[in-house]
């Protein structure tokens, strides 16, 4: 990253001196994905000039590279012509996503100066839901038949291999359009000329439909290590491609939504740097105000134990403790169930497995943790700081430690339970993860508390 | 995955019933990673007999994919013979993989049955640490010199095709195996059988060494969309490349430690229906108590407090809420910069950058936060429940209040701040996350609380 920031730096100072061909020869030698970065440090009247110095292929890539905002700035400074050439290099997967990004004017000046044809196809997949396999995919691959041979196919693929996104599997369809078989350019280049296609392709194809889940989809490239990967539509007609670079967009996308959607924050597809103060409040304030006022719930419950609470005050130090530890519990549950149902490793079917899975972890966690919390008051609270006096050593120690214990086991079963019930009912299990569970869990503690605590403690009621 | 299961019971069947011919043929229509998964479902005995159906090609396949306790009881059951064709058929860094997860006896067995240049390989792989670029790298690749034409690139290509792991992109080296260019299958059969391979390869070669972070290399893939990536030495010599497959396999093994990691557990590779429940306690436990035992700080600090309390026992109400809003607003901040620092996206030198964001977005929240607290309290707490007084009304809340604002500030500078320190002292900034942060907000906010309290309360001391 060092490395862009002086690439943005050079940029600038040549600009500014107007030593435009030294420029261009700088910016050859970059990857299209650095220039898109180092442009990404630069303001906007320094990277257009930059921009319109790059060969024609590599500013399409640049384009591709850079957040909607530099999009829409280069957009909007663009002639039609420009306009027009970079639409021209892009490939239509890259186009939707961008489409779906601008603003309705930009919309509509990209569909104008698209051709017919691409106008069509940008409609086509601009349809399909954001959350599946149609939304990712793109038209551009290459589309062989089971009669050509090896020769024929490598002829079709030198004078498409421009326009398709990958050249390194290639598809196989049925005059009806029917997916038949995949041939890799591996195959073609080691087999004979004179072969057939259909004897050398692999019959048993592995797709994905139009409206299989995105995130599915990413998790058959990581299974099957494909490049590639067929989608159909609910005809079994080859409709595109999802290639791998994509896929890996899915996965780190949807990594980042849970691990945003667990902290209790709106997802953005906008780096947090580059993210104004206002949107990021708007991802985060929603939520904490929900969990806030939810605590008036654990709020109610220690009200209503006060004269308890007066009347063993020693009582009160504990309560953190056992609400951190039950909190700590079920999300270490909840966390480990979510990301084992986003990866595919756990299934509705799974529930009574991973239930009873829980039951012998939280025996195990609640046994040790009462048997720890014990110590520590007896040799920490009572010894070292006298916090507790020999009277309250009889009772106040067993309260918190049975109160962990049943803390504990609750908050693991809740916190495995709940994001499979979520998932099952079409729920995001990841909004279920540890602020939600943790506030169900902090309530669930304190009611434990003090119903153990009224019934072991001579005197409180 | 459904289909898995049915896979499992259909050769469970087939391998009792000794159908040996059709269970063959079976197999052979699914993929790979599909067999290795139903195999997974099925008993020692069963398995091994289907797994000896399997054509050579898949059956080396198969084995790559399957839970290393498989791999292992399958090379029990191996002749020596059986287990050199595996290893023939494996790609190195797979038999590295393999090296890496198996017991003494079984490695010294794998060592016997390699060739000698094999074995010199696998050391030399091994000797590299495991974070690192160089320890999932794999040496077959395809070489071509400059001044090959592509015909001589391509005769050369179908040669080596079967021990390369990757064809598509073909590396270009100095006799001083120095990297001198990279040039893509896709360019080789576009371009005329007469061109020199010098002509056409792309020179400003982006490549990692062998001691690169392989989180970095892993962001490489998802920045510039490779499908393999070149690893030289410390003297630029090639000596290996990264596939795209394997770089999903780090992306995604990454993500999953940072999950575990925050929700204070200790990562694990095995997936957690797999795992026994004895490794899972030990998994989470020491997180459990080390965060139990360090609630002993908020246990201190509500028991110095122990007279204010009984003074006003309706501060004790707010205590979880202070607490868990606290908590929370620090974990959104942390978590943001966690993934950033993981993704790249963050580095140190924006230490200033992040902090006047936090500073801007937690005085928005504060301030929000504050004001949704005032009026629940006085709509809930005093108008519904009455569970505060009207002479109380004067000052619990604007000490509720302002210790909300206060915590808020505060746990969100510390949630942003304590991971990029962690990551410039060389610590996992990922441990920084939501537990241990709230450890420290709660002990805050509870001081904060105290202290605002003894000096607006009349009476507290």
Known sequence: MEEMMNLAEEVKALVEEKRFSELRVKLCEYNPADIAEAFGELG???????????????????????????QKTLIDVFSDYELKQVLEELYLDDTVDLIEEMPANVVSRILRNSSSAQRKTINELLKYPDDCAGSIMTTEYVN???????????????????????????????????????????DLMISPLSTKVEDIMEQNVIFATTHTDKEEVANMFGKYGFLALPVV?????????????????????????????????????????????????????????????????????????????????????????????????????????????????????????????????????????AAVTYLKIFLIDYL?????????????????????AVTVI????????????????????????????????????LVVYFAIATSIIPGLS
Not at 391 to 403: A, D, R
């Open 44 to 70: 906007e009247s320094i990277f257009s000039v930059a921009y319109r110095l790059l060969p024609k292929e590599t500013a399409a890539e640049v384009f591709v590279d850079m957040d909607p905002s530099y």
């Open 144 to 186: 062989l038949k089971q009669e050509m041979t090896v020769e024929d196919a490598v002829t079709h693929i030198r004078q498409v291999a421009i326009n398709s996104e990958t050249i390194y599997t290639c598809y196989v369809t049925s005059p009806g359009r029917k997916l038949v078989g995949i041939v890799s350019a591996k």
């Open 233 to 369: 539509d609910t005809e079994n007609r080859m409709v595109g491609i999802i290639t791998v670079d994509d896929a890996i967009d899915v996965i780190k996308e949807e990594a980042e939504e849970d691990f945003t959607k667990m902290a209790a924050m709106t997802p953005s597809e906008t780096p947090y740097l580059r993210t104004s103060t206002f949107s990021v409040w708007k991802a985060r304030i929603p939520w904490l105000i929900i969990l806030t006022l939810s605590a008036t719930f654990t709020g109610m419950i220690i009200s209503s134990f006060e004269a308890s609470l007066s009347a063993c005050v020693a009582l009160t130090a504990f309560i953190p403790m056992l609400m951190g530890t039950g909190g700590n519990s079920g999300s270490q549950a909840s966390v480990t169930v979510i990301r084992g149902l986003s990866m595919g490793e756990i299934r509705f079917a799974d529930i009574f497995r991973v239930i009873w899975k829980e039951i012998r972890v939280s025996l195990l966690c609640a046994a040790t943790l």
């Open 384 to 404: 070292l700081l006298h916090s507790l006096e020999s009277s309250e050593m009889l009772t106040v120690p067993i309260v918190v430690c049975m109160t962990m």
């Open 410 to 445: 609750c908050a693991k079963l809740i916190g495995c339970i709940l994001p499979i019930l979520a998932k099952k009912i079409g729920f995001d299990p990841a909004v279920m993860a540890a602020p939600f569970i943790t506030t169900i869990v902090d309530a669930l503690s």
